[in-house]
T-cell receptor, first 114, second 112 residues
């Protein structure tokens, strides 16, 4: 069974630009969560989608948004990029609620904002 | 806001030594998970502990959930270079928000 895939793996953007990251979950998984990982803040929850609906949201500004498609694939978008948005963005998929089902993480997208 | 504090942040030991990583909070968690992350990869789940006082063993790794479900520990016996990586604890809030709250992580280096 293929794992969680994220594209692109590496991305360099300039301040003020916007970026879209993509995540393909494991086949059959309907829940997709996004996390931001930085050396200073660690792993922080961005949002979770389940069956195309945002179910949970972390404490990030409105510049961070996401969506999920009918095939469970998910995208996250960051508008008006800031230097502090440089991070590893991780996507995780699961069959359902994280308290019951294991989350499987993708390898992440390394975003660098210059 | 629920927070998880991990200690130590960095650990560099010789092969064969034992170590313990702690994960503490002032909040109660319905369950707690431990992950290991290697460079260039996403975290991989090692174990989930659910019941207060629960102890789980995974080969040389022993995980314990505190009686009050506010803290957890990971003990590695006779560490090997293959244990090198970033260890993360993550809690599922008792308010059942459905999101994982991660600790800052412990970077472990085991030298041969």
């Amino acid at each position: 069974k293929a794992g969680v895939t994220q594209t692109p793996r590496y991305l360099i953007k300039t301040r003020g630009q916007q970026v879209t990251l993509s995540c393909s979950p494991i086949s059959g998984h309907r829940s997709v969560s996004w996390y931001q990982q930085t050396p200073g803040q660690g792993l922080q929850f961005l949002f979770e989608y389940f069956s195309e609906t945002q179910r949970n949201k972390g404490n990030f500004p409105g510049r961070f948004s996401g969506r999920q498609f009918s095939n469970s694939r998910s995208e996250m978008n960051v508008s008006t990029l800031e230097l502090g948005d440089s991070a590893l963005y991780l996507c995780a998929s699961s069959l359902g609620h994280v308290s019951v089902y294991e989350q499987y993480f993708g390898p992440g997208t390394r975003l660098t904002v210059t | 806001t629920q927070l998880l504090e991990q200690s130590p942040q960095f650990l560099s030991i010789q092969e064969g030594e034992n170590l313990t990583v702690y994960c503490n909070s002032s909040s109660v968690f319905s369950s707690l998970q431990w992950y290991r992350q290697e460079p260039g990869e996403g975290p991989v789940l090692l174990v989930t502990v659910v019941t207060g006082g629960e102890v789980k063993k995974l080969k040389r790794l022993t995980f314990q959930f505190g009686d009050a479900r506010k803290d957890s520990s990971l003990h590695i016996t006779a560490a090997q270079p293959g244990d090198t990586g970033l260890y993360l604890c993550a809690g599922v809030g008792s308010s059942n928000t459905g999101k994982l709250i991660f600790g800052q992580g412990t970077t472990l280096q085991v030298k041969p």
